[in-house]
């Protein structure tokens, strides 16, 4: 049962243009939402988070939004850079509970 | 910098033998947790620990058990290995402190296939 879904496997955008990465979630008590980068034969590291109390958070070029009533968030980046391919996994947590829950991923290829 | 080791990053294991996977953090962090990456499934938790000696399952923990003796160190031990447990594993830290942020640092992973 995958309460975290990540339903494009994988995306390819140019150089300059922006990327956007889609996760929809089914469990409204999640109420944490994070976006983790994860590039070959390295761990997945924390790029950027949204709590559910806010519809958008920024970062540089990282944007992510969150429209609860849909439950769905998006991972916007803007320009769109070669060094930014990687997998991007969405994961959602509720409260202070330490099970946090993964989207399959999605795999960015920018192309120069 | 938080540091998150595992002791192997690649691992060929027979079927039935026992398999230990090690991880250590030196943030000093309470919760750690131990992961399997799939294809198509992301990561899924199979165990994590909020304290020394304290342990809960996650979504998946048939096969598996783990072991936190200190602090810094947390053990994930297959029992029996099996071919359907040839995956990516990765081990994570996090904080319980006034700093709590959900962030989980992770380890690079070791790669396990079972023969």
């Known amino acids: 049962d995958q309460q975290v879904k990540q339903n494009s496997p994988s995306l390819s955008v140019q150089e300059g243009r922006i990327s956007i990465l889609n996760c929809d979630y089914t469990?409204?008590?999640?109420?944490?939402f994070l976006w983790y980068k994860k590039y070959p034969a390295e761990g997945p590291t924390f790029l950027i988070s949204?709590?559910?109390?806010?519809d958008k958070n920024e970062d540089g070029r990282f944007t992510v939004f969150l429209n609860k009533s849909a439950k769905h968030l998006s991972l916007h980046i803007v320009p769109s850079q070669p060094g930014d391919s990687a997998v991007y996994f969405c994961a959602a947590i509720k409260g202070n509970n330490n099970d946090m829950r993964f989207g399959a991923g999605t795999r960015l290829t920018v192309k120069p | 910098d938080v540091k998150v080791t595992q002791s192997s990053r690649y691992l060929v294991k027979r079927t039935g033998e026992k398999v230990f996977l090690e991880c250590v953090q030196d943030?000093?962090?309470?919760?750690m947790f131990w992961y399997r990456q799939d294809p198509g499934l992301g990561l899924r938790l199979i165990y994590f620990s909020y304290d020394v000696k304290m342990k809960e399952k996650g979504d998946i923990p048939e096969g598996y058990s783990v072991s936190r003796e200190k602090k810094e160190r947390f053990s994930l031990i297959l029992e029996s290995a099996s071919t359907n447990q040839t995956s990516m594993y990765l081990c994570a830290s996090s904080t319980s402190g006034q700093t709590y942020t959900h962030e989980q640092y992770f380890g690079p992973g070791t790669r396990l296939t079972v023969t």
């Open positions: 469990n409204s008590m999640f109420d944490y």
């Open positions: 943030m000093d962090h309470e919760n």
């Open positions: 949204i709590s559910s109390i806010k």
